[in-house]
Structure formats: structure tokens, C-alpha cells
């Protein structure tokens, strides 16, 4: 019998629930990569909104020019969206304002929607909200950029669409969050979770190098094509977005024998794997959430399956107030608040500063600004195997804000020398301060999720979840706010006001940090004891 080709025994090597679960995974990745993706295009217009008139186009001043010694042709007119070197009504002396309320419409907009969007989402199929979500975040994407086409200079039209588009977007986080916790339970912590983060910041270099391609050509097109795919990404989700495992009958079938344990208000089942098949295959990672430790970091080769308690009380949703007294949970969202704010005022207004500082058109900034992001992906996932190895997820935190705040000094001093000192400091200052955002939303509300005091409630994660983005999204709204107030009177207040959103971010976690380096284990992933019948 002739051999299998070295493809084939690579795909039969994987069971068919792996194989889903790397789909799921997959395609989450890129839904909500697709979110960010139109996010960005505000920021890299920016300097295409408000340009300065020192000097036209060479190749409009040469043509002018030939034509008006020839006689023959008429002498070049510019659109009249054009005539004062940018686009009414950001033209003004008054732009940045403008452009810092443009932003915090969205955020803001983001900010109270995502509160409420774990409501509406938990009463719906999650693949039907996803898409009419992303469908919608493309249109109204699109819309904005429409203004270019239809010669739209109403400033209240780009804040209303603006405002729209804040709250459709809300309906992502919540969206992919609970469809990755039905495929991999709560069992995905550091690593993982740092490499799935990184959709935000790949989301965010895509958006950055779309809308930067037609900026300073056709500004509108930065916004049209990135709705385009969002909305496109919409119908893919509502093809293919699988929301929980048991829909495509994906579980594992195992015979066992039976134990009976007690977990609080939930009744487990531990069972023993007997399939010789079985014996030295990985175990699933679903499964691996829900082993026993024996308290020296090894692991019994047992199956723990959780089943409904007599009273059922285990199943029942926490509430709001339930979950701010989680251990943590308030000075983490609030840390988180301060850290989005200085993630967010990046985002939004980073181009632009390039722009200003370093001297360079709307299009070669963007691509520049991707740097950040870059930085982003590895200081996520640097986080994440920190506080994995260390079981130490505030004093991670708390070490990359600390290094955060003279980094940003530093950048903002000598990122006005040249070229090659801003792309060293973007790629430092991009990991440091996303690093402890990343690790905080994805890792931390993990841990939160699964505190000891939950006894067992499988409901908290998402609610946990939901509280900390959401008050970080309030930073996030003020962020760009605040650049936009302070840029006028300098670029190196704004650096002050994000250092001292640094340190506000560290002093939220001062008491959770003195709590892990005084006490063994972590302050955040206390696991429920199980305790036998």
C-alpha cells in the first residue's frame, strides 16, 4: 500500500475537533480584525482634511504654468473642495478640535453601546448579530467616505455617521468573545490569548495601509473599500460562523467509569479515560480547563465534566453589582481605562503627529504609523508569556506601564531627529503600551472570569468581560479628546497628558501587584477548589 503524501498525513494527523476549533479561531481572528481595519481610516485622512498651503502640487504648478504660456488650454482650476488645501469644514484654524470631536463621537458612541450590546446579544443567535453588525458597520464606513464623492461639507453629517458607526461596532467584542469561550472554554490564558489579540493591531496595520494607498489621491475610497470589507467579512460570517461546538457535533465520545465530586453549587463527574486509542494523544483544550492539579504543577489524567447542580443555581447569570465585588475586577477595569486611553490616542491622532513632526505626506505617515502596531502584536504576546511564566498577571501589568511612561518621554524628545529614531520608538512604545491593554482584556477578564468566589458560575466571564472593555472604552473616548484639546498648544503637552494616564494606570494596580509579591500564586486566577462527596 503505497504511502500517504506529507499533506494528507498532516491533515488526518488532527481529529476533526481541532480542526473546527482552528477554524473558529481562524475566523474570529478576522472578523474582528476586520473591525479595526475600518476603524483606522479616520486617523490617516486626518492630515488629507486639513493639509497646509505652503505650496501646490508641482506637476498642477507646471501644468498651469505650460498652459498659460500656450494659450491653448485654460489655466488649471482645482475642485472647489480643494481651493483652501483641504476639506471644508476642517479647514479652519479650528481643526483639531473638529477632528478630536470626530473621534469621540465614535468612542463615545462605542463606549455607552458596549454596556448594552452584551444585553441585546445574549437574547440572539450570535452569528445573526455579528453580521447584521458588520453589514451595517460597512455601510456606515462607506457613507463617510461618500462625503468625498457627493462634496458633503456638513459637520454634523460625519458626526452622525460617526456615532452610528461607534454603536454597530459594538456588537463585535461581545460577539467573538462568546463564540471562542463556546469552542475553547475558559481554559485560554497568556500565550494563546496574546496571539488572538493581536487581530487589533493586524486590523489596524491593514486599515492603516488601505486607506493610506488612495489618501492623497481619492480620500474617500479610504473609506469606501474598507466598508466594503467589512460588510463582505459580514457575509462570510453569516456562511460560516459556527457559534458552538455541539451545532456541527463536535464532542468527545469516551468510556468511562465515574466518580462523584462537589463544586460549590455544581455537581462534577470525574471520569477516567480508558480508550487505549486515547492514552498518548493531546488532550483537548477544552478539556484541559477542567483537569485537577495535584498542587505540584502536574496534572491527573482525569476528565472533569461539570453538570448542573440540584438547585441549579449554578447557571444563573451574575449580576452587574455580582461582579464588580469580584476580587479585581474594579481596579483592573479601571487600570484598563487609563491604558485604552493611551492606546486610542495612538490610534487615532498618531498619523497625524508624524505627519507634523517628521514632515511627510498623509500617505507615507500611515505606513509609518504601522510601526506601532507592529510593536503591538509582539508586546501582546510578550505579555502573555510573562505572566504565564511568572503567574503574575498585575506585576506584568504594572512592569510595562512603569517602563511606559519614560518611553513615551523619550519618544516624544527624539522623534523630532529623524526618521530612523521614530521608527525605533514606535516599535518600543507601540509593545509597551499595548501590551498590558492586550493582556488586560483578554487573560485578566479570563482569570476574573473563573475567580474562587463565582463557585463555579459559568455565566461571569462574558459579564466580567463586558464591564472591563466597557470602562476601558470610556478612556478610549477621552483620549482623542483630550489630544485634539491639547495639540494646538503643542505636541509635547499631549505626551503629558499620556504619561500621566500611565501612571494612573499603574496606581489602580499598586494594591493588586503588593498582593502577588506577598502572597504565593496569583491575585487574579484564584481557581475553585473542587472538594470530593
Request: aromatic fraction near 12%; proline fraction near 4%; include cysteine.
Amino acid at each position: 500500500m503505497a504511502r500517504l503524501p506529507a499533506g494528507i498525513r498532516f491533515i488526518v494527523s488532527f481529529s476533526r475537533d481541532q480542526w473546527y476549533r482552528a477554524f473558529i479561531f481562524i475566523l474570529t481572528f478576522l472578523l474582528y480584525a476586520s473591525f479595526h481595519l475600518s476603524r483606522k481610516p479616520i486617523s490617516i485622512v486626518k492630515g488629507e482634511l486639513h493639509k497646509y498651503c505652503t505650496a501646490w502640487d508641482e506637476a498642477d504648478v507646471r501644468f498651469s504654468s505650460q498652459s498659460s504660456k500656450s494659450g491653448s488650454v485654460a489655466p488649471h482650476q482645482l475642485p472647489d473642495n480643494e481651493t483652501d488645501c483641504g476639506w471644508a469644514p476642517f479647514d479652519k484654524n479650528n481643526y483639531q478640535q473638529l477632528l478630536g470631536a470626530l473621534d469621540y463621537s465614535f468612542l463615545c458612541a462605542y463606549a455607552v453601546g458596549m454596556y448594552l450590546s452584551g444585553i441585546i446579544g445574549e437574547r440572539l443567535p450570535i452569528r445573526y448579530y455579528l453580521t447584521f453588525g458588520m453589514l451595517a458597520s460597512g455601510a456606515f464606513t462607506a457613507l463617510f467616505g461618500l462625503g468625498y464623492f457627493y462634496n458633503i461639507h456638513s459637520f454634523g453629517f460625519y458626526v452622525v455617521t460617526q456615532v452610528i458607526n461607534g454603536l454597530v461596532q459594538t456588537t463585535g467584542w461581545p460577539s467573538v468573545v462568546t463564540c471562542l469561550g463556546n469552542w475553547f472554554g475558559k481554559g485560554r490564558r497568556g500565550l494563546i490569548m496574546g496571539v488572538w489579540n493581536s487581530h487589533t493591531s493586524v486590523g489596524n496595520i491593514l486599515g492603516s495601509l488601505i486607506a493610506g494607498y488612495w489618501v492623497s489621491t481619492c480620500w474617500g475610497l479610504s473609506f469606501v473599500v474598507p466598508g466594503a470589507i467589512v460588510a463582505a467579512m459580514g457575509i462570510v460570517c453569516f456562511l460560516f460562523l459556527i457559534e458552538h461546538p455541539k451545532d456541527v457535533r463536535c464532542s468527545s465520545t469516551l468510556v468511562t467509569h465515574s466518580k462523584g465530586y462537589e463544586n460549590g453549587t455544581n455537581r462534577l463527574r470525574l471520569q477516567k479515560q480508558i480508550l487505549k486509542s486515547e492514552k498518548n494523544k493531546p488532550l483537548d483544550p477544552e478539556m484541559q480547563c477542567l483537569l485537577l492539579s495535584d498542587g505540584k504543577g502536574s496534572i491527573h489524567p482525569n476528565h472533569v465534566v461539570i453538570l448542573p447542580g440540584d438547585g441549579g443555581s449554578g447557571t444563573a447569570a451574575i449580576s452587574f453589582t455580582g461582579a464588580l465585588k469580584i476580587p479585581g475586577v474594579i481596579e483592573f477595569s479601571l487600570c484598563l481605562l487609563f491604558a485604552k486611553l493611551v492606546s486610542y490616542t495612538f490610534l487615532f491622532w498618531l498619523p497625524l503627529y508624524i505627519t507634523n513632526v517628521d514632515h511627510l505626506d498623509a500617505k507615507k505617515a500611515g505606513e509609518l504609523s504601522t510601526l506601532f502596531d507592529v510593536g503591538g502584536i509582539f508586546g501582546g504576546i510578550l505579555a502573555g508569556v510573562i505572566s504565564d511564566r511568572l503567574e503574575k498577571r498585575a506585576s506584568t501589568c504594572g512592569l510595562m506601564l512603569l517602563l511606559a511612561a519614560p518611553t513615551l518621554y523619550i519618544f516624544s524628545t527624539i522623534s523630532k531627529m529623524g526618521l530612523e529614531a521614530t521608527i525605533a520608538m514606535l516599535l518600543l512604545s507601540g509593545a509597551l503600551v499595548s501590551g498590558p491593554y492586550a493582556l488586560i482584556t483578554t487573560a485578566v477578564s479570563a482569570d476574573l472570569g473563573t475567580h474562587k468566589s463565582l463557585k463555579g458560575n459559568a455565566h461571569a466571564l462574558s459579564t466580567v468581560t463586558a464591564i472591563i472593555d466597557g470602562t476601558g472604552s470610556v478612556g478610549a473616548a477621552l483620549g482623542p479628546l483630550l489630544a485634539g484639546l491639547l495639540s494646538p498648544s503643542g505636541w509635547s503637552n499631549v505626551f503629558y497628558m499620556l504619561m500621566f494616564a500611565d501612571a494612573c494606570a499603574l496606581l489602580f494596580l499598586i494594591r493588586l501587584i503588593h498582593k502577588e509579591l506577598s502572597c504565593p500564586g496569583s491575585a487574579t486566577g484564584d481557581q475553585v477548589p473542587f472538594k470530593e462527596q
